[in-house]
């Protein structure tokens, strides 16, 4: 297991939620010499200079300040998401059934409901509280070990369970935490907060918290070429984008963007339809005829997990656009722009990845399936910039336990920083 790998796996498990994930990244970019912008204040930023901002603590954007002419150079620009599809805690979540007490939840994006049944589940998030002097605080929370789980129903009660059954999110999903005693969840926040050391907080007033399966990332296979792991969409390719910002020499100015709530459509205020990117842009340039320059001279990388070919269902793939795990990123194609890559976008990502020496495949759906969404046609519509989605094929995506090739997060890493470097976006 090499260092990449390594620490994707940590980074997995350190998180469980966006604003773990963020936290993850913000303390790896101010350990690098990275500074943090208050978007409150005003800025002064410089050739050299490595800078980041944090919005809401759920979504995150780092810049590097290249040395090349910025007008004349442009932009090197990744972007991924935070986010993946969970069961959220609803505010008032106490639920008593036959004496054992619950929590209502709601999905979260397009989870695959199933796997859900049987896990060892904890709970993370953020929780906004008050302290004893009357402030409002918004620390992050952690179970981190089993607190809940939702029990199949057994077969013997649905013979045709294998056939036939369906999963009511209503219904069905509610997790057991405790039996017996009833339960005031609020209470229990406020327990786990002062073990984590927040002991100043006397009410909480709100959340935002999710269950998730406890079960650390692993390698799995025979010859362990096989990533097994929660929220490998898109915590992967946000780790991978990380990894290329933290490595670049400076030459070429680069920039990350990394968004939550893609999962939902990103229409938040943290989402890639807000203006956390076009609102740094315009404070970078010192005009709108500089920063359009530059624009056209950029180009944005929207990484993004790509479906690997299914040996058990290879029909659900077109003929000759079957990705394989372990045989490098994915160029994602769609003629109704669900993604965002163009020919010239797709021939630039082929020159550096033949410079890199790093394999390419592609992907595109059956004509009589539709593909999903990423931020990449979003973010091209507002920026105006020439896009490529792409991502490494997974399998199980948006299952609580997602599959990855161990081979692919270098080969992937390796073309991010060849992105970064490159001196000319021209075909």
């Not at 998030?125 to 070990?145: C, E, I, Y």
Request: aromatic share 6%.
């Amino acid at each position: 297991m090499n260092a990449c790998v390594q620490g994707l796996l940590r980074f997995l498990q350190a998180s469980p939620t966006p604003y773990h994930a963020v936290e993850q990244i913000k303390n790896a970019l101010t350990g690098a010499g990275f500074v943090q912008l208050d978007e409150k204040s005003s800025w002064s930023l410089s050739p050299g200079g490595r800078y980041f901002i944090v919005r809401r603590e759920a979504s995150l954007l780092a810049f590097v300040y290249g040395r090349a002419p910025l007008v004349a150079g442009g932009l090197r620009i990744i972007g991924a998401h935070t986010d993946s599809p969970c069961l959220k805690i609803k505010p008032r979540p106490e639920k008593t059934s036959q004496g054992y007490q619950q929590l209502g939840v709601e999905v979260y994006g397009g989870a695959l409901l199933n796997p859900w049944f049987d896990r060892d589940l904890s709970i993370a998030g953020r929780v906004a509280a008050k302290t004893h002097s009357g402030a409002m605080v918004q620390p992050l929370v952690d179970f981190k070990r089993p607190i809940a789980v939702i029990p199949s129903l057994a077969i013997h009660l649905d013979r045709s369970a294998n056939e036939q059954r369906s999963v009511n999110p209503q219904e069905d999903m509610r997790p057991i935490l405790l039996q017996g005693e009833v339960l005031d969840f609020r209470a229990l926040l406020l327990k786990q907060l002062a073990a984590q050391g927040v002991s100043d907080v006397s009410e909480v007033f709100e959340y935002d918290l999710c269950l998730y399966d406890s079960q650390p990332a692993a390698l799995v296979g025979v010859q362990e070429e096989f990533i097994a792991s929660a929220r490998l969409d898109n915590l992967l390719s946000c780790y991978l984008g990380l990894q290329a910002m933290l490595s670049a020499d400076g030459s070429q100015s680069a920039l990350l963007l990394l968004t939550d709530h893609e999962e939902v459509g990103s229409q938040s205020d943290v989402g890639a339809r807000s203006n956390l990117l076009n609102g740094f842009l315009q404070r970078l340039f010192s005009n709108d005829e500089e920063r359009l320059r530059a624009l056209a001279h950029s180009m944005m990388l929207s990484v993004d997990n790509a479906h690997g070919i299914h040996p058990n269902y290879p029909r659900k793939h077109d003929d000759n656009h079957g990705p394989l795990l372990n045989k490098g990123p994915v160029l994602k194609v769609d003629a109704n722009q669900g993604y965002a890559t163009s020919s010239e976008s797709a021939a630039v990502v082929r020159l550096i990845a033949q410079a890199a020496q790093v394999p390419i495949q592609s992907f595109v759906t059956r004509a009589d399936m539709r593909c999903g969404s990423t931020i990449g046609p979003m973010t091209a519509a507002l920026t105006g910039v020439r896009t490529a989605d792409l991502g490494l094929p997974t399998f199980a995506m948006h299952s609580i336990r997602e599959l990855a090739g161990a081979k692919d997060p270098d080969l992937m890493l390796a073309l991010l920083q060849g992105f970064i470097a490159q001196v000319s976006l021209q075909a």
